[in-house]
T-cell receptor, first 114, second 110 residues
Framework: GAGVSQTPSNKVTEKGKYVELRCDPISGHTALYWYRQSLGQGPEFLIYFQGTGAADDSGLPNDRFFAVRPEGSVSTLKIQRTERGDSAVYLCASSLRDGYGEQYFGPGTRLTVT | LAKTTQPISMDSYEGQEVNITCSHN???????ITWYQQFPSQGPRFIIQ???TKVTNEVASLFIPADRKSSTLSLPRVSLSDTAVYYCLVGDGNDYKLSFGAGTTVTVRA
């Protein structure tokens, strides 16, 4: 079956611009997660959705970052006034349920802020 | 305080068994041990999860001693395609946040 998909695969933007990153989770997965991965490091948790609501957004670095999941399926991570330090791979994952089980990751969106 | 400690890198050859040991001295009673694999330009992929003793699936085995302060991921007869970063994670059974460290880069050579 189809896995988690993310678009675009690559995004280059100028400092100060607004970007949106999209995640399509596996059908039927109620839990959705966003992570950020910098070069040479493991992914870092950003936000967790259970259904339509953000159950935990404690990993978002500041208020320039925001994510939505209006219909409980597709999610969009939005970054305002991008900075060069935002450059990273943004990973989305989904799971059938929450808890410390298997999360299915997408291929990520590589964001480069110039 | 880091939850897990694992080697930065390991080299191996095709057909050999690779064993990656992860230390988690402060593991809690409710914590599970999970391993993920990540290939370049891909997201991490779940390999195996265990609580105690030994767990085996079609990809790997996970050995956990009685004190649970360490665990060893065993990859039998590796091939070039097993070259990847392997992450050891420890977390509560109800915790949805995955905490990744830097992982172990395993390089398999012909």
């Amino acid at each position: 079956g189809a896995g988690v998909s993310q678009t675009p695969s690559n995004k280059v933007t100028e400092k100060g611009k607004y970007v949106e990153l999209r995640c399509d989770p596996i059908s039927g997965h109620t839990a959705l997660y966003w992570y950020r991965q910098s070069l040479g490091q493991g992914p870092e948790f950003l936000i967790y959705f259970q259904g339509t609501g953000a159950a935990d957004d404690s990993g978002l670095p500041n208020d320039r970052f925001f994510a939505v999941r209006p219909e409980g399926s597709v999610s969009t991570l939005k970054i305002q006034r991008t900075e060069r330090g935002d450059s990273a791979v943004y990973l989305c994952a989904s799971s059938l349920r929450d808890g410390y089980g298997e999360q299915y990751f997408g291929p990520g969106t590589r964001l480069t802020v110039t | 305080l880091a939850k897990t400690t694992q080697p930065i890198s390991m080299d191996s050859y095709e057909g050999q068994e690779v064993n990656i040991t992860c230390s988690h001295n402060n593991i809690a009673t409710n914590d599970y041990i999970t391993w993920y694999q990540q290939f370049p330009s891909q997201g991490p992929r779940f390999i195996i999860q265990g609580y105690k003793t030994k767990v085996t699936n079609e990809v790997a085995s996970l050995f956990i001693p009685a004190d649970r302060k360490s665990s060893t991921l065993s990859l039998p007869r590796v091939s070039l395609s097993d070259t990847a970063v392997y992450y050891c994670l420890v977390g509560d059974g109800n915790d949805y946040k995955l905490s990744f460290g830097a992982g172990t880069t395993v390089t398999v050579r012909a």
